[in-house]
């Protein structure tokens, strides 16, 4: 833990794991200053790798072909072809058919749609809204930021699964509906990581050069604290539709994501895993779950490799 | 100190009360409502007032929350709609399911991440590190939900060594309890140790860097002692506050399993009210719910001030 | 030109004669280099060094950032990281070769017969334990006591350094103390097993200007006191010109010139050692007096230039002095080492063509 830290509560009121103001990474051994640390500087700057563009790689094509779909020549995923029940991978059906003899690649691809647009969509508005929220909470302070911050604890403390499973539930299990409920969801988690990055930056000295300068605070947020914020959200963002993903895959396990016939990979495995599938086709769960382990892996690499690109405490949280 | 602990106790009752209000509100505040349930699709418009009547449930909202909340204080929760089980009788017995599978898998997570990050903190990128910190990437993107089914599958139908269902309680027979809870606590661990060990390792090199490291180095310290002692110390910080947010998220991973795994939990229990519209029980379950998420947040930020000297005395 | 003792070294410990018994030098270093190895090149930070420092005495070590001082330091413990780093030559420590010795064998010298205090005592202590653990942990670790002797001995070290109530502060933590007391404390954990030989990093630089006068004294008196050696790294020449027997300055790696204090502030040679003189304000000068700086910046350590490291900023540079590079040789007394092809004179510049030939016939000092 860096000395320099602040612990105030950290879980209730204050922020969570202070500021880490000017830490510096260690040193840079051609001045030899100070103590000759680990020359390889082990957590800051190191390259992107080989594996982080695999990652994009995958990421992209599961993204393109869910786009494209409707191009694509696939057979319908909710064509039941009963001359084809669960048959194995083939020319004509490169991932084989379920019990119900729906072409499993279809059914994937067109699945990643609901993965995706949900992961993203519902961060993209957690990000909008919590990050503009925590923008101006961490920079101004004061009473508006003491009621949103206890606000959002308060909001965290509410089990989200319940809501969300309440409010889907009765309200409706369309796309739209799972991705706007999910989204209001995440905006308190992005309204505190991005209020703890401009707290950060808040404090420093170039902002207050700014002032100095007849800067309004408008133009402080938007010029200095902004560009400065945005890869900490970014990153943290992408770990968190790893997670909306997540989340869209359990709740379609309680049967409440988007409804059936409509693929999800979260449906798809559900559907792999009951009426004794597992036993008699293990392909209709194993296909989607494989893809879906691939993307949420990429997801957490690329939002990992960033992530340690821009030297983002954990802390943040 | 008990300044603060008062303080913080105030704190639990208001954010407590608050929940309360939220959750009420959640739950009538959406559409539909029980009748159509309890009497069936055919029902006439006339019996479902003449059941909302009886219900309570046409009298003015802050009405029923004041009704709501003085029996809730009483200890009475109320009951389902349909079952007529007591909904503190619902809780009691599925909440220590939930319970013993997340203490079970912190345990577990705990664990394997703490002797895991001492070793590989002191050598970083090298085999064993590079092995680790993929793995727990690995773990990372296997959700309960992803792992269930392939432990089942595997475990379960394929080898049979551990049971697909059930649930025996712990002060029936300890021994089959925790036989059952082998594969549904795995699955549920996954996340944790990723997490856990990610933040130990890095927080762990990072400290190693620190001069006061070096300064101990210079006393002739062992490097043995230097991890437990200075370097392990602050990294406990983080760990107890990641575990207090990780917690939280790992709710919705312990509902999936314990569904997944028919084991009468609180999840199952949920879901179930939610779809049936069974008021009393989802207030009374998210109730206590959100409350033992609040107490947990509030223990861990007592052994905050416990253990972090810095916390108080500032 | 060691002075090795018979000692033994049983099962790999090593048996360390009395301080009286041995006799000087304490420490020998000869021509040390430590590199390191980074992504752009090899770091040369410790390029040549050799010197010896005698029981009882203080060594300063002067010089700019970058010079590569506080490397020195923590090469000579052998404090250094494991990987990528390349360290030559030998440093004998009462007659044991430091550089050979085994991690369990250094760490028996470490605390116990050669300890270093560190520039910033906020960083350097752990935050997060107590100060009278700090220092028994040193105790128990080397001497053979028990826990409530090693507690008393704590009290009784923060007592001689100076810290009030010391029955109590023993149970702090170093947040709790203001800069200076915490640097008092890293001054009782580096004593507190008596070590022969003590390594001061900067141990003042931070500290408020009157602060670091109490810390120096006190410094000087514990090293009377224990009959210690003391090695003091810093910047600021002013530091060391009352304190140190003898001063070395150091400039890009290597040792510039090296004399007993008051033959380097009356004969100075080098140029460089006479600018850092030159740098220092001085209260008696009249308000509005220019800070003569000395102009542009230390040397590439990974790719050094090849004739006279300080050339590029020397007021006096000559052809010569960047083509090749100047040994180090001995001056009129033979404590008195530099390395310049046209010394000052007397305190004035050299003469405009070739060394004056008052100056001794060149011969190497080791």
């Known amino acids: 833990m860096p000395t320099e830290h602040k612990v105030h509560s950290p879980t209730l009121g204050g922020t969570l794991a202070g500021t880490v103001p000017g830490q510096t990474p260690p040193i840079v051994v051609a001045t030899a200053l100070g103590a000759p640390g680990s020359p390889d500087d082990i957590l800051a700057k190191r390259p992107l790798g080989p594996l982080f563009w695999f990652a994009l790689a995958w990421v992209a094509i599961v993204a393109i072909s869910a786009i494209i779909a409707n191009l694509l020549p696939l057979q319908a995923p909710n064509f039941q072809n009963y001359t084809a029940i669960n048959a194995s991978p083939s020319i004509h059906h490169l991932l084989g058919t379920d019990d119900l003899g729906r072409d499993l690649l279809s059914r994937i691809v067109f699945g990643a749609r609901v993965s995706l647009v949900v992961g993203f969509a519902a961060v993209g508005i957690g990000l909008v809204i919590g990050g503009a929220l925590g923008l101006i909470s961490g920079f101004k302070g004061g009473a508006f930021d003491i009621a949103f911050n206890a606000a959002s604890f308060v909001i965290l403390a509410f089990p989200a699964i319940v809501a969300v499973i309440a409010i889907v539930a009765f309200w409706g299990q369309t796309l739209t509906k799972i991705t706007v409920i999910i989204g209001v969801g995440t905006i308190p988690i992005m309204f505190r990581v991005v209020r703890a990055s401009s707290l950060s930056f808040a404090n420093r000295d170039f902002v207050m050069a700014a002032r100095t300068l007849g800067a309004t605070s408008r133009r402080i947020i938007f010029r200095e604290i902004l560009p400065n914020v945005v890869p900490a959200a970014v990153s943290f963002g992408l770990i968190t539709v790893a997670g909306v993903i997540v989340l869209e895959g359990s709740l379609a396990f309680l049967g409440l994501s988007v409804a059936l016939p409509t693929p999800s990979w979260g449906n798809l495995i559900a559907e792999g895993t009951s009426n004794g599938n597992l036993q008699t086709n293990p392909y209709i769960m194993m296909w989607p779950a494989l893809a879906m382990f691939l993307l949420l892996l990429s997801i957490n690499l690329i939002g990992d490799r960033l992530r340690q690109r821009f030297d983002i405490r954990e802390g943040l949280l | 100190m008990l300044k603060y602990l008062l303080k913080r106790l105030a704190q639990l009752v208001v954010i407590s009360f608050i929940i309360s209000v939220l959750v009420f509100l959640l739950v009538h505040l959406l559409p539909g409502d029980p009748t159509t349930i309890i009497l069936g699709v055919n029902a006439t418009a006339a019996n479902r007032q003449n059941l909302l009547h009886q219900l309570g449930l046409n009298l003015p909202l802050y009405h029923q929350y004041w009704i709501w909340i003085s029996n809730v204080f009483h200890g009475n929760l109320g009951q389902s709609y349909l079952t007529h089980a007591t909904v503190t009788h619902t809780i009691a017995n599925g909440f220590p399911i939930d319970l013993e599978l997340i203490i079970i898998s912190q345990v577990v997570a705990f664990a394997v991440a703490i002797p895991l990050a001492l070793i590989t903190a002191r050598r970083p990128n090298r085999p064993l590190d590079n092995v680790a910190t993929t793995g727990t990437f690995g773990l990372l993107a296997l959700p309960p939900f992803l792992l269930a089914p392939i432990f089942v599958a595997v475990f379960a139908v394929g080898l049979h060594w551990f049971p697909a269902t059930g649930y025996v309680p712990f002060t029936q027979n300890p021994a089959t309890n925790l036989h059952d809870m082998v594969l549904p606590g795995l699955a549920l661990t996954a996340g944790s140790i990723a997490v856990y060990y990610r933040l130990l390792r890095s927080d762990l090199i990072m400290t190693l860097q620190e001069d006061f490291i070096t300064m101990a180095r210079s006393k002739g310290l062992s490097n043995t002692r230097i991890m437990w002692r200075q370097a392990f110390r602050p990294s406990t910080f983080s760990l107890l506050a990641v575990a207090g947010v990780n917690i939280g998220s790992l709710l919705a991973g312990t509902f999936i399993v314990e569904y997944l795994f028919a084991m009468d939990g609180l999840g199952f229990s949920i879901v179930a009210a939610v779809q049936q519209r069974d008021y009393l029980v989802v207030q009374g379950i998210t109730l206590v719910v959100a409350i033992a998420y609040v107490v947990l947040q509030f223990i861990i930020d007592f052994l905050f001030t416990v253990v972090d000297p810095r916390v108080i005395r500032e | ?366």
């Open chain 3, 1 to 366: 030109m060691s002075n090795r003792q018979a000692v033994g070294v049983t099962e790999g410990r090593i048996e360390f004669p009395d301080v009286t018994d041995f006799a000087d030098p304490l420490l020998v270093v000869n021509d040390l280099h430590t590199s390191f190895r980074t992504g752009r090149g090899t770091v040369h930070a410790v390029d040549g060094v050799s010197f010896s420092v005698n029981r009882g005495t203080t060594l300063g070590v002067v010089g700019e950032s970058g010079s590569g001082k506080t490397v020195l330091a923590r090469s000579i413990m052998g404090l250094l990281p494991v990987r990528d780093v390349i360290r030559s030559g030998t440093v004998e420590f009462t007659g044991h070769e430091m550089t050979t010795m085994a991690p369990a064998q250094l760490r028996q010298v470490w605390g116990a017969q050669m300890s270093m205090i560190f520039q910033d005592p906020m960083t350097a202590l752990n935050p997060v334990v107590r100060i009278g653990n700090q220092i028994t942990d040193s105790l128990r670790l080397h001497l053979d006591i028990d826990r409530k002797e090693a507690n008393a001995t704590a009290v009784e070290l923060l007592r001689s350094v100076g810290i009030p109530s010391p029955e109590e502060r023993i149970r702090w933590y170093p947040f709790q103390l203001s800069g200076g007391m915490r640097q008092r404390v890293m001054i009782a954990i580096a004593l507190a097993c008596a070590p022969r030989l003590v390594l001061a990093d900067e141990p003042t630089t931070g500290l408020d200007v009157s602060v670091q006068a109490q810390i120096l004294d006190l410094l000087q008196a514990m090293q009377r006191e224990r009959h210690m050696a003391m090695i003091l790294v810093t910047h600021d020449l002013g530091v060391v010109a009352k304190r140190a027997d003898e001063i070395a300055v150091m400039y890009a790696g290597r040792i510039v010139e090296r004399a007993p204090t008051r033959t380097l502030f009356a004969h100075t040679r080098m140029p460089y050692t006479r600018a850092l003189m030159n740098s220092i304000p001085r209260l008696a000068d009249p308000s509005g007096t220019r800070l003569q700086a000395i102009a542009g910046r230390p040397p590439d350590l990974i790719h050094p230039p090849q004739g006279c490291r300080f050339a590029p900023r020397c007021p006096y540079v000559q052809d010569k002095c960047r083509e090749s590079d100047p040994p180090l040789r001995t001056a009129a007394s033979s404590e008195h080492v530099f390395a310049c092809w046209f010394p000052l004179v007397d305190g004035a510049p050299p003469p405009a063509a070739g060394p004056t030939p008052s100056l001794d016939p060149e011969t190497q000092s080791s």
